[in-house]
């Protein structure tokens, strides 16, 4: 089996001059040559060396080169050929077609001149078109013509009559004009807008701070809130650091700023009266009849108090007409503050001490109790110790029982003579039976009841009341160590204001500050502007679209 060889198939582009150049019949070969006519000079279509024609194509090719070397645009290359045509120009190229207009004068990326040429072709006219007007051999196909192309030079192409002139540079005159007017006149209005909007109420903040703001100083003080226990024995997380008094400190800064400092200050120092003065500019004054809220919004204004809370400092300033009343009403916050601070320090030993105190006083009065209840049973047994009773009645009972042992022992000797000496027997027998009696007495006090009870029945009774009163003491004695541990932690609790920074009077005026608030006003009007102006915009955008 074989296999036919089979050549690829290659696409060849044909070249400008073959797309552009009409299909000629085929002739039949002719044998002889063809000569040249008459009027052929052996250069072809190129103009002679050195002839005008020749340094003109020179020239053109310069300025053409000049153009590729620019970087437009296939767009703008197709609207410089359209206006080309449009002028009636026919240019070789759409580098030439730049080259011819701006020869003329003409811009052919201007913006006026792109949308007149817009405009020329809602309309356009199909005898004016060079590229359409072109005759079309009938025998040849269809051809296309893309843009941007290059047209050869000997080819004539009908193109559109060349329109006048003047009056379209007239009317592209009197557009620029009339830009430029609109111009001019936006950025007049421009101006208005901001000098009156921005320009005009700064410099009357500017005029107010220089020369009407009454003058004021400022007394600067520092202070912390510190606790008098040790860091060593601070528990929790927090205990060494400034957050564990920090609770306290928002709470002097809020005391501070609220309406209750603000009376007491008016009350002891006339705040009121202070800033009420005639020679006090009138933004700064206080009118004579004005509301608490409006004397309180005044005291914001010029006390102003800041903490912070890394390092637990509490900053102060405080402004008034003269140094010496600023340091005066700085003095007395920081006196309320030191006030308010032991008022919230005194009650917290107070809840802290309760209890003890509560448990101390229960365990004295109980042991008192106890011990008055011993003493009224030693009074009514007539008994003070039952135990040295007990052991009393006890060492007279063994000597009794020791004379008796004895007694028994001589009347037994007396017994075992033949012949007893009976009056000593009869007196041996009486002490023995004495002695009997006697010890039986004795020991009756001890178990036996009488009036009072017995010593054993006293000496329960006084026992118990013993250990009662040793359990009370006891008792007592805890609650008084409970209590004296609850005093050191209280005390330890306490809180106390450090001063840091003494209010110093300044022996110049603080405020007003002509540059920084003069700058801050323009700032801020300037950025009001900008804001409205930008609002104005896009809410007439949205109504135009």
């Known amino acids: 089996m074989t296999t036919k060889p089979k050549a690829p198939k290659f696409r060849i582009r044909r070249s400008s001059a073959q797309t552009t150049a009409p299909v000629e019949p085929q002739q039949p070969a002719s044998r002889s040559t063809d000569l040249p006519s008459e009027t052929e000079d052996g250069f072809g279509d190129a103009a002679f060396p050195g002839s005008a024609k020749a340094e003109a194509a020179k020239q053109n090719e310069a300025g053409i080169a000049e153009i590729r070397r620019e970087g437009l645009?296939?767009?703008?290359?197709?609207?410089?050929?359209?206006?080309?045509q449009k002028h009636g120009l026919n240019p070789s190229s759409d580098?030439?077609?730049?080259r011819q207009l701006r020869g003329m004068g003409i811009d052919p990326f201007d913006r006026a001149n792109m949308l007149e040429l817009v405009k020329g072709r809602e309309t356009p006219a199909p005898e004016t078109d060079p590229v359409q007007a072109k005759?079309?051999?009938q025998s040849a196909p269809e051809q296309r013509i893309k843009l941007p192309q290059t047209v050869e030079t000997d080819k004539n192409l009908p193109g559109a009559p060349a329109p006048s002139t003047g009056p379209a540079l007239h009317e592209i005159e009197r557009i620029q004009r009339d830009i430029a007017r609109r111009r001019r006149r936006k950025l007049i209005f421009l101006g208005a807008r901001l000098g009156f909007f921005v320009l005009l109420p700064t410099l009357i903040a500017f005029f107010y701070f220089a020369f009407i703001a009454t003058p004021s100083y400022a007394t600067k003080s520092e202070f912390i809130v510190q606790q008098a226990e040790a860091a060593a024995a601070q528990p929790g997380l927090l205990g060494g650091t400034a957050m564990a008094t920090s609770q306290d400190s928002i709470l002097v800064q809020d005391f501070l700023t609220s309406r209750e400092a603000l009376q007491r200050l008016d009350a002891d120092h006339g705040y009121r009266e202070h800033f009420s003065e005639p020679s006090v500019d009138s933004l700064q004054r206080i009118p004579e009849d004005a509301s608490n809220e409006a004397v309180y919004k005044h005291f914001q204004n010029h006390v102003k108090i800041g903490y912070d809370p890394t390092e637990?400092?509490?900053?102060?300033?405080?402004?008034?007409?003269?140094?010496?009343?600023?340091?005066?009403?700085?003095e007395a916050l920081i006196g309320y503050a030191e006030e308010r601070v032991d008022q919230v320090t005194e009650r917290k030993r107070e809840d802290q001490m309760r209890g003890a105190r509560e448990t101390f006083s229960e365990a004295e009065t109980k042991m008192v109790d106890a011990q008055q209840k011993v003493l009224e049973l030693q009074e009514q047994l007539g008994i003070l110790?039952?135990?040295?009773?007990?052991?009393?009645?006890?060492?007279?009972?063994?000597?009794?029982?020791t004379q008796l042992a004895?007694?028994?022992?001589?009347?037994?000797?007396?017994?075992?003579?033949?012949?007893?000496?009976?009056?000593?027997?009869?007196?041996?027998?009486?002490?023995?039976?004495?002695?009997?009696?006697?010890?039986?007495?004795?020991?009756?006090?001890?178990?036996?009841?009488?009036?009072?009870?017995?010593?054993?029945?006293?000496?329960?009774?006084?026992s118990m009341a013993e250990v009662d009163l040793e359990t009370r003491t006891m008792m007592m004695q805890e609650s008084l160590q409970q209590l004296e541990v609850a005093r050191v932690e209280a005390n330890r609790q306490v809180r106390f204001l450090s001063l840091g920074v003494s209010p110093i009077p300044p022996d110049v005026p603080t405020y007003p500050r002509v540059f920084e608030n003069t700058l801050i006003a323009f700032l801020i009007f300037g950025a009001i502007y900008l804001l409205t102006s930008v609002t104005v915009g896009i809410l007439r955008e949205q109504v135009s679209s």
């Open 385 to 401: 110790d039952p135990v040295s009773e007990t052991a009393g009645i006890m060492t007279q009972v063994n000597t009794f029982e």
């Open 406 to 462: 004895e007694k028994r022992l001589q009347l037994n000797q007396l017994l075992d003579n033949e012949r007893p000496n009976a009056a000593r027997v009869a007196g041996v027998e009486g002490d023995i039976d004495r002695l009997q009696s006697l010890i039986g007495q004795l020991r009756s006090q001890m178990t036996e009841g009488s009036g009072s009870g017995s010593l054993a029945s006293v000496t329960a009774r006084l």
């Open 312 to 330: 637990g400092v509490i900053r102060m300033e405080v402004s008034a007409l003269t140094p010496e009343k600023s340091q005066t009403f700085s």
């Open 73 to 84: 645009t296939g767009r703008q290359l197709r609207m410089a050929r359209r206006l080309a």
């Open 95 to 98: 580098f030439d077609a730049v």
């Open 135 to 137: 005759p079309k051999d």
